[in-house]
């Protein structure tokens, strides 16, 4: 069973299941995957993402994003899951990254079993 993110939409769901409104990207790069070349800008580049575990150094969990062999992810990297960054306005903190608000959706989505995220 897989996870999937919708970058359009900012859906994620899993196993068709509707699980969280997110986003990826930022300014008017947000949610649009034409920008997903745009480093520091740009959504999460569409593909196959291995969900390989947690990096908590700023203080809230993070899933690590790694990308599959065949996903261009035109050069970007250090792809992660993670909340809004607190003392930032909200909807300011991705720079690729998939920005899922909710520690427990986050344990959801880790402690699932499922080790695949699609990006489309």
Known sequence: MTWEYKVSTGVLSHNGEFIAKCYSG????RDKPEYESQRNRGPIPRG???????NNHKSAEAIILEPIAGTNTFGRDHFQIHGDKKGQPPGSASAGCIIMNGQDKRHMIYDSGDTILVVR
């Not at 196959?48 to 947690?54: D, K, L, M, P, Q």
């Open 48 to 54: 196959i993402y291995f969900i390989a575990g947690w």
């Open 26 to 29: 930022a300014g008017e790069s």
